[in-house]
């Protein structure tokens, strides 16, 4: 038994690493792998250097900084097939961004956070760079995972909620009570909003997209500085994201029917 608890630690250990080396838009440090980790250096490091030897991370043999590894890229090839929505999202992402003028992103729900996976940027030459390929964020925090947690059953949601502490990670306005109004909020107006939890003056709006089971997969965000973010135009935003999220989710159920014909 003991054993096996060994082997899930290290391999939740390794996955903290990719995720922590995926989240970065640029080659980490160890120090910093490890810090986003939660390990200490050394352990950090020799699980890094194992990874290396298998192609799963590089190294920049000048500044000491690591990257994903050409071995991901082959494995990420092969489970595009089955995962990757984002040939189906473009014409969507197009039109959102065209028509709101602001920076829009999917992202993808993978157990309790979201990543970014896709963004398109709108015409509005201000922009609030808060999300990005690859950024992860916790269910409820950022505007997609807030849309996604508030789509789940109250049970998954007070599950969720006994298990997370994001108030002291992400501030009080991230404590359990302030969640849950911003998820009845979310449920009232079909949208979750940001008003700027994150980054000082900058906004986010999410609607979640739903899977051919009815879940909440992924979601649709726009964000923007908080001069775009107005009552009014919110409830323009609004509607024109809920009917984009609705327009995805129904592209992605044709393609699972189709799917499912096929087979």
């Known amino acids: 038994m003991a054993s ?3 082997s899930g630690q290290g391999v939740a250990r390794i996955a903290a690493l990719l995720r922590a080396i995926g989240s970065s838009s640029a080659a980490t440090s160890t120090t910093a792998l490890a810090a986003a980790a939660g390990l200490a250096r050394p352990t950090a490091h020799r699980l890094l250097t ?49 028509e709101s003028g602001e920076s829009v992103f999917l ?3 993978r ?7 896709a963004g398109q940027e709108g015409s509005f030459p201000v922009r609030s760079h808060v999300l990005y390929e690859g950024i992860r964020f916790p269910l409820g925090v950022a505007s997609a ?36 109004r911003r998820i009845a909020r979310t449920r009232l107006d079909g949208y979750a909003t940001n008003p700027a939890l994150l980054v000082e003056a900058s906004w986010g709006m ?9 879940r909440p997969t992924w979601a649709l965000s726009l964000t923007g500085v908080e001069a775009r973010f107005q009552p009014e135009r919110r409830t323009e935003l609004g509607r024109l994201l809920l009917a984009q999220a609705h ?9 699972r029917k189709c799917s499912t014909r096929l087979v």
């Open 206 to 214: 999410g609607a979640a997209v739903f899977d051919s089971d009815g």
């Open 107 to 109: 992202s993808a729900r």
């Open 50 to 98: 194992a990874l290396a030897a298998e192609g799963l991370v590089d190294r920049d043999n000048r500044t000491g900084d690591w990257s994903l590894g050409p071995e991901l890229y082959l494995l990420g090839a092969t489970a595009a097939a089955a995962y990757d929505i984002r040939d189906d999202a473009q014409s969507v992402l197009d039109r959102l961004a065209g």
């Open 247 to 255: 327009e995805l989710t129904r592209k992605l159920q044709v393609r």
């Open 111 to 117: 157990g309790d956070e979201t990543v970014c996976v």
């Open 4 to 6: 096996t608890d060994k």
């Open 145 to 180: 995972g807030l849309a996604i947690l508030s789509h789940l059953p109250d049970r998954d949601i007070d599950d969720y909620l006994r298990r997370s502490d994001l108030g002291a990670t992400w501030g009080p306005e991230h404590a359990h009570d302030m969640i849950r």
